[in-house]
């Protein structure tokens, strides 16, 4: 599946996943990653379960694992850390940096950082192999990450779809039988996010 | 919709552990279509009368009581029931103050120069808000493309959202302002930060609305401390509020809310914003 979201609440606990788009054909999708410096296909871990041994064979299993591993890029992120300055940073590992100052988001060339005008949408803090992850953050501290497998849409797209994932969290928190850091498992909710997700990821 | 079965009566000694208890009908548990995803998060002013809030209110505070055994577990509960209330607040407020100001979507308009005496009253939630209308005027008139949440929907109407506020001055001042506009329909009187202590900040209340027909002590103003309390804790600044009651100018039920905030959330602001 071409895109994994997931919302971590703020004790970072998963309250919602879902794997969404079609699922994609690794060997075919990797020919211009030699920008990211690795190149995929040489790239072989033995690995319990996949025939080839490549590491994205198994995109449904790798992609809660990219997007936890991101969480702290996302944490130093959202209180003004200048980790995600930088696209142009390493594979998946990201920079981090725990003494971010103010000045040094000048140079971000994502939506500001946590120091613009909006810093709810974080933009694209992390990668992996070629794979993007975005984060948005909620004035709770909940996170929305979505996992890229493909080429994410522009930022434009991805605010409307992260703002109108926001609005459905925020009345579900609104039901006063929901406790904080439940699951989030209502059908309608899963349906919203679905339709959202056909309208602005999945161009 | 199916209707829910009737409630067995259990007998002890009956070898079946079943039980067929009513579920109770969240919108977590039923298949029916859920209206809560269906109605808008719009304000509407809806009022409620004083003797209903003050009588639901009293029931609350008596029943905390009866279950209690001391002072302290009766307030922990009444801070606990108010917390739950600032956690949503939080993200409600927030997100409506993203929206752009037309005459409906805000909970109130309060006077832009706040009086305050704390060190540096920027005044960011009201700038950050209007710089949030400037850019959403000239996007709210076309709503050609509707978001696909559905026509109550109000993402397709935002422009900015509303910044997350990450320093200790930007938040209170959103609780001083805007929260406090929404609960109890005017800005808090004031919001002071301690000389002693440079974690402490006060927010003062000249005629507390919850509290005003219980005589006696403070201990029933737990409950707006909880909610003062689940908003800021929820926004990353833990702390603890407490409520002290300093009549002045005339003012007999003047009410001090104290916030201390913990050690690591002034680390934090040391760290990220200070040193400048």
Redesign the interface.
């Known amino acids: 599946m071409s895109t994994y979201f997931v919302i971590i609440g703020?004790n970072d606990t998963p309250l919602y996943e879902v794997h969404l788009g079609s699922p994609i054909d690794i060997e075919n999708s990797n020919t211009n990653t030699s920008s990211n410096g690795a190149n995929l296909n040489n790239l072989s871990i033995a690995s319990s379960g996949t025939t080839s041994g490549n590491l994205l064979n198994d995109p449904l299993n790798m992609s809660p694992f990219i997007a936890h591993a991101a969480l702290d890029i996302v944490s130093d992120t959202?209180?003004?850390?200048g980790a995600a300055a930088n696209s142009n940073t390493s594979q998946g590992f990201g920079a981090l940096l725990l003494?971010?100052?103010?000045s040094n988001n000048s140079n971000s060339n994502n939506s500001g950082g946590?120091n613009g005008?909006?810093?709810?949408?974080l933009g694209c803090v992390d990668h992996f192999y070629g794979s993007q992850v975005t984060a948005y953050?909620?004035?709770?501290?909940a996170r929305l990450i979505t996992v890229h497998h493909t080429t994410p849409p522009d930022n434009a797209q991805l605010k409307?779809f992260y703002?109108?994932v926001?609005?459905?969290?925020?009345?579900?928190?609104?039901?006063?039988?929901?406790k904080?850091d439940?699951a989030?498992?209502?059908?309608?909710?899963d349906k919203?996010v679905k339709?959202?997700a056909?309208?602005y990821l999945l161009k | 919709m199916s209707q829910p079965e009737p409630q067995k009566i259990i007998d002890p000694s009956s070898s079946s552990h079943k039980k067929t208890v009513k579920k109770l009908p969240t919108p977590l548990n039923t298949n029916a279509s859920s209206c809560i995803y269906t109605q808008s998060l719009a304000f509407t002013k809806n009022k409620v009368s004083l003797s209903a809030m003050a009588f639901l209110f009293q029931e609350m505070v008596s029943t905390i009581y009866k279950n209690s055994k001391t002072m302290a577990e009766f307030e922990a509960k009444l801070n606990k029931h108010g917390f739950g209330i600032g956690v949503r607040l939080l993200e409600l407020l927030n997100f409506r103050a993203s929206l752009p100001v037309t005459t409906n979507s805000r909970s109130s308009i309060f006077p832009s120069s706040s009086s305050t005496s704390a060190q540096n009253p920027s005044n960011s939630t009201v700038s950050a808000s209007g710089s949030g209308a400037a850019g959403g005027n000239s996007g709210s008139g076309s709503t050609t493309d509707r978001h696909s949440n559905g026509p109550e929907s109000l993402t397709s109407l935002i422009n900015t959202m509303k910044r997350r506020d990450l320093k200790i001055l930007d938040i209170l001042q959103f609780v001083h302002g805007t929260v406090w506009a929404y609960l109890f329909d005017h800005p808090s009187d004031d919001l002071v930060k301690s000389s002693e202590r440079s974690n402490e900040y006060m927010i003062v209340d000249n005629m507390p609305v919850f509290t005003q027909f219980i005589p006696g002590g403070v201990s029933c103003d737990f409950y707006v401390c909880g909610i003062v309390q689940g908003f800021l804790t929820n926004a990353g600044f833990p702390c603890r509020v407490t409520p002290h009651r300093m009549p002045q100018d005339g003012f007999d039920r003047r009410i001090v809310y104290l916030v201390q905030f913990d050690k690591q959330v002034l680390e934090r602001e040391g760290l990220r914003f200070g040193s400048n």
């Open positions: 703020h959202e209180w003004g850390g003494r971010g100052n103010a946590a005008p909006d810093n709810l949408f953050v909620t004035y709770q501290g409307s703002i109108g926001h609005e459905l969290f925020i009345k579900t928190l609104m039901n006063p039988f929901y904080m439940q989030i498992n209502s059908e309608v909710f919203k339709d959202l056909q309208k």
